[in-house]
């Protein structure tokens, strides 16, 4: 007790000794060198990403990496106190560009991955080929009672994935003035699996979906038109009426790794690919089975010539 | 996520003898049985004046309410609140390196958290993985005896075994560094609310609102104040963990014989001397049960912090989540279940002997034996590689199987509720205007609670309304009702079918145990591979998660009908149902009514981490607010509403039971 007192005290004596502290203070030390700390974001695509980046920082160049299990915006707040030092697949984000690269300059833009971003709405082919006028989202209204689930309350339901991903669909579907009622499944996992049964058992389903994406090599889904997208429609997230932009899909690293990472930040600026190449590690780490370290062996070894240049010299 | 809160609260209630034995017999019934202790006037319940009452007033609510319906139109996105705690997070955003409650106060605060961390994480991590094994059985050993030792080994040994390692060492840095600090701040306070009755009667409420708080709902502000990491994520686990300390110890501290202190007082020691030589010496079982359940609130809360980038086990579960990977969520999970129970039994182990006394040498002896034991184990080079052994392959075709061949069952039973019980309930309780709502609470508060519980209620209600949630607050209230009627439906039968049965209740036990202790995270999983995103999906989990400890009570309740009382009833010729429907049940009443209210605040809890799978509702609105920077101000906002929803039900449900009792 007595001691307890008295640590106190001093802890105090000195917290009033110095200065303030400031929001980062402590939190260690830009990552131990040689450590990579990655952001996973939870998608499969982006973990292709992050699986390859891994595997050649360890085994080409020799550092430890750390996989951080984070939603996006979350991996964004970590450049802050260098929880993390790099998030390898970014979805636009210009609000938490202007937070964290321009205004607090503890970001920085490690340019594109190569991979182009689309986000849309879709039904399964059956669906298209059934209903041709469904592709419109003026008719969606004409098929609402086809969506509806015991979760759409009387509506259509339109499957949304994990509620951190980038959406706008809640306010699409008001200002629209659609039938329809946003249902989220929880994951891409969930969204993948509805998908699937949709077009096996040829249910029904409207759901929110992206490309690249491993799945559109085995099925045929068909995206509705919305409204088309001009720039600045979507500047209020409340008031979007319009269809989501096509994405440039980059990466975003810590100013403290971008300054002092080396080889490793050299490596991840390098790195950019193909959709398909980023289907091709999805669908080893999604359907066979193979968790990074594999996958990413496997890609590694068969595209020697796409990944050589990324190797700073 | 897993608030405990009920639990705790039961424990609490039954510190001091509860020290004595472990926590999965005796936490929840020793409640219960203190219920039970008191004097019964059960048989005077049925007056026909107040029945007939009670069905006039349905019925002119049914017919008011047919009056004043309204079309449930959603809740506007802009709410006052929304905008309040938006402002509030910009606010701290842009003046978290300028203004000096952060530069003196809040960068300070984190920064004494790293450094406990970093020396509790560089002690556990000082050991190499045998020589931990080996400390872990010497700690068991010293503190609870062989057998305790032996089992900590296995549980340690067990981590390796599924490959988790360094998860769970991990998980275990970090709750031990929460409970440190818990213990540190939690204990004082609880002999200060003991002692100073003002203290007890301002943090009573502070205290039960942090308990219904859903994790979720805190994890954001969490992020905020102290961005993300570990820092945030054990500050968190203390937010979450410390009721339960402060309660524990305040009951034990107040619990210590007035005689023995007015003795000591009388013999002329001062004020320290009586807290010191006294009071803590002899609430000693008491404090040692608030370290164990500070343990057990930690452990469940750590793994919920890897949203906020905690490593360890929670890593794990939340990856299996997004993967829908069920094989992979039950290696973690067994993982957990394994910490939660080494723990336990060293710290009830530890709690038993807290009163017994050894001469000093052969203490001395026993330490030395320990301290070489881990010393010898930590010079044998064993080399690194060791047996590995996963679950998951195994979970995971049987799940496959049976999503399989039982996709038309689950699906049907899941359309079934839906519309008969889940989708009547919502539009009933959507359409209900809120200050109907709010004057239904009042009315039924006060004919069944008293007007002070009424009054609170009423209250909460009608700030729901006023957090601009209610649409979503009403329709996670019909999700809850229904679990909770779930709920109960099957705790009921498996509670009496306990009672009646000692083989059953042993054999259930252990699976009890694990279900309580298994993070609530992983329960999702195998509803969301069953059911589908869905409001049944998070009723599902729910009801797994609350069922236990309504088991447990309910078993209690029957068991503690006094045996003369049945041996008359089969005397005077009843039929075993007889028995049941006539004596056992009516007598054990109050320990329904009592696992009713914990069921329900346990339901609320798990009802929000179906936000997770598509259960929407408030559960969402928490879930994206964390998620989503736009949606932080309303998050914050469904995690207060969630608050007024728990003291609403709280009260209702509890003033029942306690009506009941008196």
């Known amino acids: 007790m007595r001691w307890t007192l008295i640590t106190s005290t001093t802890l105090l004596l000195a917290v009033a000794g110095c200065g303030g502290a400031s929001s980062t203070a402590g939190s260690d030390s830009p990552s131990a060198k040689g450590t990579v700390k990655i952001a996973i974001n939870p998608w499969v695509g982006y973990e292709a990403n992050a699986a390859v980046l891994g595997y050649l920082l360890e085994h080409e160049l020799g550092y430890t990496v750390e996989e951080k299990n984070l939603k996006e915006e979350i991996a964004w707040q970590g450049f802050e106190t260098g929880e993390v030092d790099v998030i390898v697949e970014n979805w636009g984000h210009d609000d938490l560009k202007k937070t964290y690269i321009d205004e607090k300059k503890v970001a920085v833009n490690a340019g594109p991955t190569g991979n182009d971003g689309i986000i849309g709405w879709y039904v399964p082919q059956w669906m298209a080929d059934k ?27 339109l499957l949304d994935g994990d509620p951190s991903f980038v959406t706008n669909d809640a306010a699409l579907v008001s200002n629209l003035k659609l039938n329809y009622k946003v249902v989220y499944s929880g994951s891409e996992a969930a969204l993948i699996k509805a998908a699937q049964q949709a077009t096996a058992q040829q249910k029904p389903l409207l759901f929110y979906f992206y490309e690249p994406q491993w799945l559109f090599a085995k099925e045929k889904y068909v995206r509705v038109k919305l409204p088309t997208y001009t720039a600045g429609c979507d500047a209020d997230p409340k008031k979007v009426a319009c269809d989501y932009p096509d994405y440039v899909l980059d990466k975003i690293a810590s100013k403290k790794f971008a300054d002092t990472g080396g080889a490793a930040y050299q490596l991840i600026k390098n790195f950019t690919w193909t959709n398909d190449d980023q289907n091709l590690v999805a669908d080893y780490l999604t359907n066979q089975g193979m968790d990074h370290e594999r996958a990413a062996g496997k890609w590694v070894k068969e595209h020697e010539a796409t990944w050589k240049p990324w190797i700073p010299s | 996520m897993s608030t405990r809160p009920v639990e705790a609260a039961a424990t609490a209630e039954a510190a001091p003898e509860a020290a004595t034995a472990t926590r999965a017999e005796t936490a929840v019934p020793t409640r219960a049985a203190a ?11 049925s007056r026909p004046g107040r029945r007939t009452l009670v069905a006039v007033l349905v019925v002119l609510t ?18 006052a609140a929304f905008r309040f705690f938006d402002d509030v997070r910009d606010w701290v955003d842009s003046h978290r390196d300028t203004h000096p409650l952060f530069l003196y106060g809040v960068n300070y605060l984190r920064l004494a958290v790293v450094e406990v961390i970093d020396i509790v994480q560089t002690l556990m991590h000082a050991l190499s993985g045998p020589a931990t094994v080996a ?21 340690f040994l067990g981590l390796g075994l599924l490959g988790l390692w360094e998860a769970g060492i991990d998980t275990l840095a970090l709750t031990v560094s929460a409970v440190l600090l818990a213990v540190l701040i939690g204990m004082p306070l609880g002999v200060l609310a003991a002692r100073v009755d003002a203290v007890g009667a301002v943090l009573r409420p502070v205290l039960d609102v942090m308990q219904i708080l859903p994790t979720f709902a805190y994890l954001a502000p969490m992020t905020l104040l102290f961005s ?24 034990g501290i107040r619990g210590v014989s007035p005689v023995t202190v007015e003795a000591a007082a009388a013999l002329g020691s001062t004020r320290w001397q009586l807290l010191s030589k006294v009071r803590l010496p002899m609430a000693r079982p008491s404090l040692a049960l608030a370290v164990n359940q500070t343990i057990m609130m930690a452990l469940s809360m750590v793994v919920v912090t890897a949203l906020i980038d905690a490593p360890g086990l929670g890593q794990d579960i939340v990856r299996a989540l997004e993967r829908v990977n069920v094989g992979a969520a039950f290696d973690a999970g067994l993982a957990i279940v394994l910490l939660a129970i080494v723990l336990d039994r060293i710290t009830t182990g530890a709690a038993r002997r807290a009163g017994a006394h050894r001469p000093v040498r052969t203490r001395l002896i026993r330490t030395g034996l320990a301290a070489a034991a881990v010393l010898a184990v930590s010079l044998v080079p064993w080399g690194t590689r060791h047996p590995e052994h996963s679950f998951a392959p195994v979970v995971n075709d049987v799940t496959g199987w049976v999503e399989l061949h039982w996709f038309d069952a689950t699906d049907a039973l899941r359309s079934a509720v839906s519309t008969v019980l889940l989708n009547p309930l919502e539009s009933v309780l959507t359409t209900t205007p809120w200050w109907f709502f709010v004057l239904v609470v009042a009315v039924v508060g006060t004919l069944g609670s008293g007007w002070r519980s009424a009054l609170v209620a009423a209250l909460a209600a009608a700030g729901i309304a006023g957090l601009g949630l209610w649409l979503h607050a009403m329709q996670t209230l019909a999700t809850v009702l229904v679990a909770a009627l779930v709920t109960m439906v099957l705790g009921i039968l498996l509670g009496v079918f306990c009672a009646q049965s000692d083989r059953l209740a042993a054999g259930l036990r252990p699976v009890l145990d694990a279900a309580q202790t298994m993070p609530s995270f992983v329960y999702l999983l195998p509803a969301v591979a069953l059911f589908g995103a869905s409001r049944f999906t998070a009723i599902v989990a729910a009801v797994i998660y609350a069922v236990p400890p309504v088991v447990r009570l309910v078993e209690r309740g029957v068991r503690d009908v006094p045996a003369e009382v049945v041996e008359a009833a089969r005397a005077a010729g009843s039929t075993p149902g007889q028995l049941l429907r006539k004596v056992q049940l ?49 998050g914050l906002a469904a995690g207060f509403a969630i608050v007024l929803l728990g003291i609403v039900l709280d009260r209702l449900t509890q003033g029942l039971a306690k009506e009941r009792a008196s």
Do not use: C
């Not at chain 1, 209903?131 to 339901?157: H, M, R, V």
């Not at chain 2, 990491?229 to 300390?245: D, K």
């Open chain 2, 228 to 251: 993300i990491g570990e820092p945030a994520a054990v500050i968190a686990t203390l937010i979450y963990a410390v009721p339960v300390t402060v309660r524990i110890t305040e009951l």
């Open chain 1, 131 to 157: 209903y041709p006028d469904i592709t419109d989202y003026k008719n969606l209204d004409k098929y609402a009672n086809l969506f509806k689930t015991s979760e759409s309350g009387g509506k259509g339901q």
């Open chain 2, 35 to 45: 219920w039970a202790a008191r004097p019964v006037h059960i048989l005077r319940e």
């Open chain 2, 62 to 79: 049914a017919g008011a309410w047919a009056g004043v319906r309204t079309t449930g139109a959603a809740d506007t996105d802009d709410a």
């Open chain 2, 586 to 634: 009516p007598l054990a009443r109050r320990g329904l009514l009592l696992a009713a209210n914990q069921g329900i605040v346990m339901v609320l809890a798990m009802v929000v981490v179906g936000g997770l799978v598509g259960a929407g509702a408030l559960g969402y609105d928490v879930v994206a607010g964390f998620a989503q920077r736009e949606d932080f101000g309303r």
């Open chain 2, 135 to 155: 400390a872990a059985g010497a700690v068991a050993f010293l503190a609870a005896g062989v057998r305790t030792a032996i089992l900590a080994v296995a549980g």
